[in-house]
T-cell receptor, first 111, second 115 residues
């Protein structure tokens, strides 16, 4: 079993819809949770960075972490065509800086 | 520029050749990481440098892979006797200081194709 599971299936939504993405993980030592956005032929770009359980909001983006269920989510409100990209969840243990990534979700927002 | 810089952006080479990939981290960032992104595999950790400490090489897939970081700045990832399964995007990231509270910032990667 991989440390981080992210259903890699593509997701197509109409413009203005809410996009919901999630990852599960198996290692309870993970304390720091991230979402990266990756455009085609570009490197991952940090979107959200959270520590332990709870919610964090930044503009149209909300990240949620539920450590008891080992489950993290990213919500994108009022989705735009420019949000079309691959979204990667990532996490790391305290004191260990290597990131463990999910496989990524390709999101397409249709105008 | 202000971001992580990687070169070359693309590299095509024949099986069995050696390749060198370069990473120039964000100025002032003491931690540097290499990852590999393969189709269907996601991003896999390769190696981590922090200041003058011994690097964490635990993610290197074989002894054909090596990396060095000179002067605490630029890093080179070397793959010897390349194989077709080495084809992937090699990504470099850096972060400001040691400590899990610092997020990693990525370059755009080197797309390596082994013929």
């Amino acid at each position: 079993q991989k440390e981080v599971e992210q259903d890699p299936g593509p997701l197509s939504v109409p413009e203005g819809a809410i996009v919901s993405l999630n990852c599960t993980y198996s290692n309870s030592a993970f304390q720091y949770f991230m979402w990266y956005r990756q455009y085609s032929r570009k490197g991952p770009e940090l979107l959200m960075y959270t520590y332990s359980s709870g919610n964090k909001e930044d503009g149209r983006f909300t990240a949620q972490v539920d450590k008891s269920s080992k489950y993290i989510s990213l919500f994108i409100r009022d989705s735009q065509p420019s949000d079309s990209a691959t979204y990667l969840c990532a996490m790391m243990r305290g004191g260990n800086n290597r990131l463990a990534f999910g496989k990524g979700n390709q999101v397409v927002v249709i105008p | 520029g202000a971001g992580v810089s990687q070169s070359p952006s693309n590299k095509v080479t024949e099986k069995g050749k050696d390749v060198e990939l370069r990473c120039d981290p964000i100025s002032g960032h003491t931690a540097l990481y290499w990852y590999r992104q393969s189709l269907g595999q996601g991003l896999e950790f390769l190696i981590y440098f922090q200041g003058n400490s011994a690097p964490d090489k635990s993610g290197l897939p074989s002894d054909r892979f090596s990396a060095e970081r000179t002067g605490g700045s630029v890093s080179t990832l070397t793959i010897q006797r390349t194989q077709q399964e080495d084809s992937a995007v090699y990504l470099c990231a850096s972060s400001p200081v040691r400590g899990a509270s610092q997020p990693q910032h990525f370059g755009d990667g080197t797309r390596l194709s082994i013929l």
